[in-house]
């Protein structure tokens, strides 16, 4: 298999501000938006058929849905995407790209732009989504739904606009394809009850999953490492999204594909990632040094699951 160059994230900073961000203003008309709309129904839709098509088995569905997804997610969009933190062929980039999408949270160009100008400014005014400056609805969902951030800053992801297969599917009108598939699939396999449990409560649940990185976890948490933003660790939220909730590790050391630094800080994807590799799909997963994990050893123990099983302030 032909390795994809994936060279040290290292982007410019020459640009004050990208054509995607432009002042948080405006009040609640601001979100009068045909995505807002959409985005409304699809959690209306959920709960009224959950509610119709009650079931243990839908509920288990949904999680196994969601838990499937999130992996995807977190490999896909966040380690890999915008973080290059290991190789793979190009043909499973690309495989990785759709599956990724299929959560409808726009293309792997444009969520790798957001993702790293985040880590340059976090926490800053020119942060996309900062919950210490702009409050928890923002930060979770209320910049997806404004249109200040539709725009992608293309300084920051050059080594992803090479691929012409990765522009194409970030594509107007072709960037929500993987996610509509995905929807049809689950309606042709099983019907309503298997679509809306499947599909539609699982992807509510994994906005929300997502989202709540942005805002939950520079909220709440402990810090086993002193970062210039509020990110923190958390162990209950990182279960909930296959390893992500270890963020105060990864504000530290981001280029890293394991994110959950001590053996018992629990992280679902990179357990995952470590199983393709033994299997040749992906390879070159990159490590935090030993220097960075002892030098957070001592305030990680802050972290361990019996003091940190709940969301509790630093």
Not at 116 to 140: E, I
Not at 215 to 237: M, V
Not at 255 to 260: D, E, I, N, V, Y
Request: hydrophobic share 45%.
């Amino acid at each position: 298999m032909a390795a994809i160059d994936v060279a040290p994230l290292s982007v410019s900073s020459s640009r004050v501000r990208p054509p995607f961000a432009q002042p948080a203003a405006g009040g609640w008309r601001s979100y009068l938006r045909l995505t807002t709309v959409l985005f409304s129904l699809v959690h209306l839709t959920a709960l009224v058929g959950a509610v119709y098509y009650w079931s243990w088995g839908g509920v288990a569905l949904a999680l196994a849905s969601y838990f499937v997804r999130m992996v995807i997610v977190t490999a896909g969009y966040h380690r890999y995407f915008s973080h290059r933190s290991f190789k793979t062929s190009r043909a499973f980039q690309f495989i990785l790209a759709l599956l990724a999408q299929t959560a409808g949270q726009k293309g792997v160009i444009w969520w790798a732009s957001h993702h790293r100008w985040h880590h340059k400014h976090s926490d800053t005014p020119l942060d996309v989504h900062s919950a210490k400056l702009r409050g928890f609805f923002y930060s979770h969902v209320g910049w997806v739904l404004r249109s200040e951030w539709n725009g992608t800053d293309e300084t920051l992801v050059k080594d992803l606009l090479r691929f012409p297969e990765l522009r194409f599917l970030g594509r107007t009108g072709i960037e929500i394809l993987p996610i509509a598939l995905l929807g049809l699939a689950f309606l042709l396999i099983g019907g309503a009850h298997v679509f809306v449990w499947g599909f539609l409560v699982s992807s509510v649940l994994l906005w929300h999953g997502s989202f709540s990185i942005n805002s939950l976890a520079h909220l709440f948490g402990r810090r086993a490492y002193e970062t210039s933003d509020e990110s923190r660790n958390s162990w209950a939220l990182a279960i909930a999204t296959t390893g992500e909730g270890w963020h105060n590790n990864h504000h530290h050391y981001p280029s890293a594909a394991r994110q959950g630094f001590r053996w018992w800080q629990i992280d679902i994807t990179y357990y995952v990632l470590c199983l393709l590799q033994r299997v040749g799909i992906v390879w070159d997963l990159r490590q935090p040094p030993a220097e960075i994990v002892h030098a957070g050893a001592a305030r990680a123990r802050f972290d361990t699951p019996a003091r940190s099983a709940t969301l509790n302030g630093a």
